[in-house]
Protein backbone atom coordinates (compact mmCIF):
# COMPACT_ATOMS: atom_id res chain seq x y z
CA UNK A 1 0.00 0.00 0.00
CA UNK A 2 1.45 3.59 -1.35
CA UNK A 3 0.05 6.29 1.40
CA UNK A 4 0.33 9.47 -0.35
CA UNK A 5 2.65 11.80 0.84
CA UNK A 6 2.08 15.07 2.98
CA UNK A 7 4.13 18.13 1.82
CA UNK A 8 5.43 19.87 5.02
CA UNK A 9 6.76 23.26 5.66
CA UNK A 10 10.07 24.71 5.26
CA UNK A 11 11.15 26.58 8.06
CA UNK A 12 14.65 27.29 10.50
CA UNK A 13 15.80 24.79 12.56
CA UNK A 14 14.38 24.83 16.09
CA UNK A 15 13.55 22.65 18.65
CA UNK A 16 12.82 18.82 18.40
CA UNK A 17 12.75 19.20 14.51
CA UNK A 18 16.24 20.91 14.44
CA UNK A 19 17.79 18.43 16.75
CA UNK A 20 16.49 15.36 14.93
CA UNK A 21 17.53 16.59 11.37
CA UNK A 22 21.12 17.47 13.22
CA UNK A 23 21.45 13.90 14.30
CA UNK A 24 20.54 12.57 10.85
CA UNK A 25 22.63 15.24 9.09
CA UNK A 26 25.62 13.61 11.09
CA UNK A 27 25.55 10.31 9.64
CA UNK A 28 26.40 11.84 6.20
CA UNK A 29 27.97 14.94 6.96
CA UNK A 30 30.12 16.11 3.95
CA UNK A 31 30.64 18.86 1.63
CA UNK A 32 30.79 18.46 -1.59
CA UNK A 33 33.87 18.57 -4.27
CA UNK A 34 32.43 19.63 -7.52
CA UNK A 35 30.04 22.84 -7.76
CA UNK A 36 26.73 21.62 -8.59
CA UNK A 37 25.58 22.09 -12.63
CA UNK A 38 21.75 23.47 -12.34
CA UNK A 39 19.78 21.37 -14.94
CA UNK A 40 15.63 21.67 -15.58
CA UNK A 41 15.21 19.20 -12.83
CA UNK A 42 13.06 17.00 -15.33
CA UNK A 43 12.21 13.38 -15.10
CA UNK A 44 11.13 10.97 -17.69
CA UNK A 45 10.59 6.85 -17.58
CA UNK A 46 13.67 6.29 -19.38
CA UNK A 47 15.68 8.63 -16.57
CA UNK A 48 14.30 6.42 -13.88
CA UNK A 49 14.23 2.55 -14.53
CA UNK A 50 11.73 0.01 -12.54
CA UNK A 51 15.15 -1.93 -11.03
CA UNK A 52 14.42 -5.05 -12.08
CA UNK A 53 17.59 -5.81 -14.03
CA UNK A 54 19.20 -5.93 -10.17
CA UNK A 55 16.78 -8.99 -9.14
CA UNK A 56 18.68 -11.90 -11.39
CA UNK A 57 21.42 -13.24 -9.48
CA UNK A 58 22.91 -12.32 -6.81
CA UNK A 59 26.34 -11.33 -8.12
CA UNK A 60 29.87 -11.97 -6.34
CA UNK A 61 31.87 -8.86 -6.20
CA UNK A 62 34.72 -10.42 -8.20
CA UNK A 63 32.16 -10.19 -11.21
CA UNK A 64 30.44 -6.46 -10.33
CA UNK A 65 29.14 -4.46 -13.09
CA UNK A 66 28.14 -1.81 -10.57
CA UNK A 67 29.42 1.26 -9.27
CA UNK A 68 30.54 -0.43 -6.37
CA UNK A 69 29.86 -3.62 -4.73
CA UNK A 70 30.35 -5.81 -1.70
CA UNK A 71 29.35 -9.32 -1.01
CA UNK A 72 30.70 -9.32 2.85
CA UNK A 73 33.14 -11.95 2.30
CA UNK A 74 35.97 -10.05 2.79
CA UNK A 75 37.38 -9.23 6.46
CA UNK A 76 38.09 -7.01 8.20
CA UNK A 77 34.42 -5.72 7.28
CA UNK A 78 34.25 -2.70 5.51
CA UNK A 79 37.20 -3.22 3.80
CA UNK A 80 35.98 -1.99 0.57
CA UNK A 81 33.97 1.11 1.92
CA UNK A 82 35.49 4.75 2.80
CA UNK A 83 34.46 4.27 6.59
CA UNK A 84 32.69 2.87 8.97
CA UNK A 85 30.79 4.74 11.41
CA UNK A 86 29.69 3.13 15.12
CA UNK A 87 27.98 5.31 17.49
CA UNK A 88 28.76 4.68 20.52
CA UNK A 89 31.75 3.21 20.56
CA UNK A 90 31.29 1.83 23.81
CA UNK A 91 29.51 0.75 26.58
CA UNK A 92 26.37 -0.86 27.01
CA UNK A 93 24.63 0.51 24.04
CA UNK A 94 27.48 0.25 21.34
CA UNK A 95 26.09 -1.62 18.28
CA UNK A 96 27.85 -4.97 17.13
CA UNK A 97 28.98 -5.31 13.41
CA UNK A 98 30.26 -8.22 12.40
CA UNK A 99 30.58 -11.47 9.38
CA UNK A 100 28.92 -14.42 10.69
CA UNK A 101 28.40 -17.61 8.62
CA UNK A 102 25.34 -18.44 6.09
CA UNK A 103 25.77 -16.06 3.81
CA UNK A 104 22.74 -16.19 1.00
CA UNK A 105 25.98 -16.04 -0.86
CA UNK A 106 28.77 -18.22 0.81
CA UNK A 107 30.38 -17.96 2.88
CA UNK A 108 29.82 -14.88 4.88
CA UNK A 109 27.24 -12.21 5.58
CA UNK A 110 27.16 -8.90 7.65
CA UNK A 111 25.17 -9.06 10.47
CA UNK A 112 24.74 -5.75 12.60
CA UNK A 113 22.62 -5.59 16.24
CA UNK A 114 21.49 -2.77 17.64
CA UNK A 115 20.99 -3.22 21.56
CA UNK A 116 17.80 -1.80 23.43
CA UNK A 117 18.22 1.13 25.13
CA UNK A 118 16.84 3.01 28.10
CA UNK A 119 14.94 5.78 26.10
CA UNK A 120 13.47 6.50 22.66
CA UNK A 121 16.66 9.18 21.95
CA UNK A 122 19.51 7.33 22.24
CA UNK A 123 21.05 6.76 18.87
CA UNK A 124 23.13 3.71 18.14
CA UNK A 125 24.51 3.87 14.67
CA UNK A 126 26.41 1.21 12.55
CA UNK A 127 26.66 2.12 9.19
CA UNK A 128 29.03 1.66 6.31
CA UNK A 129 29.88 4.74 4.18
CA UNK A 130 30.97 5.56 0.56
CA UNK A 131 31.55 8.25 -1.95
CA UNK A 132 29.44 7.07 -5.40
CA UNK A 133 30.37 9.40 -7.47
CA UNK A 134 28.21 11.92 -10.23
CA UNK A 135 25.54 10.83 -11.78
CA UNK A 136 21.04 11.83 -11.92
CA UNK A 137 19.83 8.18 -11.28
CA UNK A 138 21.05 5.91 -8.01
CA UNK A 139 20.00 2.42 -7.88
CA UNK A 140 21.03 0.20 -4.84
CA UNK A 141 20.54 -3.53 -4.16
CA UNK A 142 20.99 -5.66 -0.94
CA UNK A 143 19.71 -8.89 0.37
CA UNK A 144 18.21 -8.41 4.09
CA UNK A 145 16.87 -10.90 6.29
CA UNK A 146 15.35 -9.00 9.51
CA UNK A 147 15.66 -11.10 12.40
CA UNK A 148 13.86 -8.35 14.63
CA UNK A 149 12.64 -5.60 14.62
CA UNK A 150 10.76 -5.98 18.51
CA UNK A 151 7.01 -6.21 17.29
CA UNK A 152 6.27 -4.73 20.41
CA UNK A 153 8.21 -1.57 20.65
CA UNK A 154 8.08 1.50 18.46
CA UNK A 155 10.97 1.24 16.31
CA UNK A 156 12.75 3.60 13.35
CA UNK A 157 15.79 2.42 11.51
CA UNK A 158 17.94 3.79 8.48
CA UNK A 159 19.01 0.89 6.40
CA UNK A 160 19.95 2.80 3.41
CA UNK A 161 20.59 6.69 3.12
CA UNK A 162 21.44 7.88 -0.42
CA UNK A 163 23.05 11.64 0.21
CA UNK A 164 24.36 14.69 -2.15
CA UNK A 165 24.36 18.17 -2.56
CA UNK A 166 22.89 20.44 -4.77
CA UNK A 167 21.81 23.84 -5.80
CA UNK A 168 20.90 25.95 -2.38
CA UNK A 169 20.83 22.21 -1.01
CA UNK A 170 23.98 21.59 1.00
CA UNK A 171 23.10 18.25 1.90
CA UNK A 172 19.98 16.06 0.99
CA UNK A 173 18.75 12.26 2.12
CA UNK A 174 17.08 9.89 0.99
CA UNK A 175 16.37 7.51 3.27
CA UNK A 176 15.22 3.57 3.33
CA UNK A 177 13.63 2.56 6.69
CA UNK A 178 11.80 0.58 8.95
CA UNK A 179 9.42 1.70 11.69
CA UNK A 180 6.00 2.01 13.32
CA UNK A 181 4.53 -0.46 15.71
CA UNK A 182 3.62 -2.64 14.08
CA UNK A 183 6.60 -2.11 11.33
CA UNK A 184 6.33 -0.87 7.82
CA UNK A 185 9.10 -0.39 5.34
CA UNK A 186 9.10 3.59 4.34
CA UNK A 187 11.03 6.11 2.83
CA UNK A 188 12.06 9.95 4.28
CA UNK A 189 13.37 13.09 2.13
CA UNK A 190 15.60 15.47 4.45
CA UNK A 191 16.65 18.42 3.44
CA UNK A 192 19.44 21.28 4.37
CA UNK A 193 19.27 24.72 2.74
CA UNK A 194 22.56 27.22 2.18
CA UNK A 195 20.62 29.49 3.79
CA UNK A 196 20.53 27.48 7.32
CA UNK A 197 17.00 26.34 6.98
CA UNK A 198 15.79 22.62 7.53
CA UNK A 199 13.03 20.49 5.98
CA UNK A 200 11.34 17.10 6.04
CA UNK A 201 8.72 17.62 3.53
CA UNK A 202 6.64 14.39 3.90
CA UNK A 203 6.84 14.92 7.59
CA UNK A 204 9.24 11.85 8.70
CA UNK A 205 7.97 8.85 6.36
CA UNK A 206 5.99 7.64 3.46
CA UNK A 207 4.53 4.01 4.33
CA UNK A 208 5.46 1.50 1.69
CA UNK A 209 3.93 -1.23 2.84
CA UNK A 210 4.08 -3.47 6.50
CA UNK A 211 6.96 -5.42 6.50
CA UNK A 212 6.59 -9.07 5.75
CA UNK A 213 7.82 -12.14 7.62
CA UNK A 214 11.24 -12.82 8.64
CA UNK A 215 13.28 -14.33 5.74
CA UNK A 216 16.11 -12.53 3.14
CA UNK A 217 14.43 -10.87 0.79
CA UNK A 218 16.40 -9.31 -2.15
CA UNK A 219 15.70 -5.01 -2.18
CA UNK A 220 15.93 -2.44 -4.86
CA UNK A 221 16.24 0.99 -4.19
CA UNK A 222 16.34 3.72 -7.22
CA UNK A 223 16.55 7.57 -6.57
CA UNK A 224 16.91 10.50 -9.22
CA UNK A 225 16.45 12.66 -5.92
CA UNK A 226 12.74 13.79 -7.31
CA UNK A 227 11.07 10.54 -6.85
CA UNK A 228 11.64 6.64 -5.94
CA UNK A 229 11.04 3.17 -6.58
CA UNK A 230 11.17 0.50 -4.43
CA UNK A 231 11.19 -3.17 -4.59
CA UNK A 232 10.79 -5.60 -1.63
CA UNK A 233 10.82 -9.26 -2.37
CA UNK A 234 8.34 -9.64 -4.99
CA UNK A 235 6.37 -6.29 -4.23
CA UNK A 236 7.09 -3.79 -6.44
CA UNK A 237 5.98 -0.13 -5.80
CA UNK A 238 4.99 2.21 -8.72
CA UNK A 239 7.93 5.18 -9.99
CA UNK A 240 5.71 7.88 -9.36
CA UNK A 241 6.37 8.57 -5.59
CA UNK A 242 7.20 11.87 -5.94
CA UNK A 243 9.87 13.36 -3.57
CA UNK A 244 10.68 17.32 -3.16
CA UNK A 245 13.81 16.43 -5.27
CA UNK A 246 16.94 17.85 -6.37
CA UNK A 247 19.88 17.92 -8.89
CA UNK A 248 22.47 15.54 -7.12
CA UNK A 249 25.91 16.19 -7.05
CA UNK A 250 28.76 14.82 -4.84
CA UNK A 251 26.50 11.28 -3.99
CA UNK A 252 27.21 8.99 -1.19
CA UNK A 253 26.03 6.32 0.47
CA UNK A 254 25.35 5.34 4.29
CA UNK A 255 24.54 1.01 4.50
CA UNK A 256 23.63 -0.61 8.02
CA UNK A 257 21.50 0.51 10.59
CA UNK A 258 20.76 3.95 12.49
CA UNK A 259 18.03 3.14 15.04
CA UNK A 260 16.47 6.39 16.68
CA UNK A 261 14.14 4.17 19.13
CA UNK A 262 14.82 1.99 21.83
CA UNK A 263 13.70 -1.04 20.75
CA UNK A 264 16.53 -3.62 20.37
CA UNK A 265 17.11 -4.73 16.75
CA UNK A 266 19.34 -7.51 14.20
CA UNK A 267 19.56 -8.20 10.79
CA UNK A 268 22.09 -9.59 8.31
CA UNK A 269 22.42 -8.26 4.35
CA UNK A 270 24.43 -9.89 1.94
CA UNK A 271 25.02 -9.08 -2.29
CA UNK A 272 25.58 -4.83 -1.90
CA UNK A 273 25.54 -2.98 -4.99
CA UNK A 274 24.84 0.52 -6.26
CA UNK A 275 24.96 2.13 -9.86
CA UNK A 276 25.08 5.55 -10.32
CA UNK A 277 23.80 6.85 -14.12
Same mark, same amino acid.
Given at each position: ??? @?????????? @?????????????????? $????????? /????? @?????????? =????E??????? *??????????? +???????I???? /???????E??? /????? $???????????????????????? #???????????????I??????? $?????????? +? %??????????????????? *??????????? =????????????K???????????????????? *?????G???? %???? #???G????????A???????????? @?R???F?????
Amino acid at each position: MLV @AMTTGVRAIA @AGALGATLAACQALLDFK $PSIEPTATD /GSVTD @ATLEDGSAAS =DAHREVATCNAT *FCDDFDESPIG +ARWDSTNIDPDG /GLFRPVIELVD /GGLSP $PYAMRIAIPGATTATTYRIALLER #RLGEGRVVTCAFDLFIESPTLNA $PQHIDILTLA +A %AGPDVTLGQVHFAIEGDPP *FVTVREDLWYG =DGGEETPKLDTVKVLQLPSPGWNRIEFQTDFYR *FSLRYGPTAI %ATDS #RLRGFDPTNIRVAFGMASYRAAASA @ARFDNFECTVQ
